[in-house]
């Protein structure tokens, strides 16, 4: 007999996962049972209107928030239940993050930067991989630089260096390209599509872009805190179209 298969634990599950924000008349639902496999190696984007729950969604997946209800794994790890201090240690060795600010520490070097997380692992620095992810990210001849030396783009490059260098489960973007001129940010997408392609990264970004959305994989859209479509490989106006229908101005 064939030996059974067992599929490949997903990047993250959430199943049923439930937020609510606030108790009592003031409580607020942002998130409403949704239940997701993020495949390992893809890129998943996520949409919605204003408000629908998309950061909620990825605070979630990522440990930086308690769900109310339901279950999170993220590569094959269960979140609920974790206590603090082992979800800080998952969330420094296992998730990568890129913020819309981009949250460099400005009196550190860009190289000090992207090996901050390495460190505050304890894990050994190895000159030649920094220098390799600062390649990859066109910033080679930049590693002794301040952050306040770098364009907004660059600096962009920087925090995905830093969110690569652990070779995370999961790099989670939370509107990467909000604050970039769109040619930059077209260069930053790049940057994450080219993670996924070439490295096998998965990478779970949030964004109001249809053009951004486009890069992904797949694009799902969150309405009231609910999973309301998943459309694979859709090109932009497919998006701006679908958020359309979701009440949104795309
Ligand atoms: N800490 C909080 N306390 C109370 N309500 C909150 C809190 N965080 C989020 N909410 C509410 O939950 C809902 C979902 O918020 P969330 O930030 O996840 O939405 P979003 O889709 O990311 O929105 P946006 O696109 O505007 O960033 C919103 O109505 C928001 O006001």
């Known amino acids: 007999m064939p030996p059974v298969r067992k599929p490949a634990d997903p990047a993250v599950r959430l199943d049923s996962v439930s937020r609510t924000y606030g108790r009592g008349p003031a409580a607020f639902t942002a998130l409403r049972e949704v239940s997701l496999d993020v495949p390992r190696g893809a890129f998943t984007a996520v949409m919605g209107p204003s408000g629908s729950g998309k950061s909620t969604l990825l605070h979630c997946a990522a440990g930086l928030d308690r769900v109310g209800s339901g279950r999170v794994w993220l590569g094959g ?4 239940g974790m206590g603090e201090t082992a ?4 969330r420094r060795e296992r998730v990568g ?3 819309q600010a981009f949250n460099l520490v400005p009196a550190l070097t860009v190289a000090q930067n992207v090996t901050l997380p390495l460190r505050m692992a304890g894990v050994r620095v190895e000159r030649a991989r920094v220098a390799q ?5 066109g910033l080679a001849g930049r590693a002794g630089h301040r952050p306040g030396m770098l364009s907004g783009g660059q600096q962009q490059r920087v925090a995905i260096a830093r969110a690569l260098v652990t070779r995370p489960e999961v790099v989670f973007a939370d509107e990467p390209t909000g604050a970039l001129d769109t040619v930059t940010a077209r260069e930053i997408l790049d940057l994450l599509r080219e ?3 070439d490295l096998g990264q998965t990478v779970v970004m949030v964004t109001h872009d249809p053009v951004a959305a486009a890069y992904a994989d797949t694009v799902l859209f969150l309405a009231d805190g609910r999973i309301a479509d998943v459309l694979e490989r859709p090109g932009a106006d497919r998006i701006a179209g679908r958020m359309t229908t979701l009440g ?3």
């Open 77 to 80: 790890v269960e979140l609920t």
């Open 87 to 90: 979800l800080t240690e998952l």
């Open 97 to 99: 993050f890129v913020f």
């Open 133 to 137: 992810m600062l390649e990859r990210v």
């Open 195 to 197: 993670a996924a392609d």
């Open 248 to 250: 949104a101005r795309a």
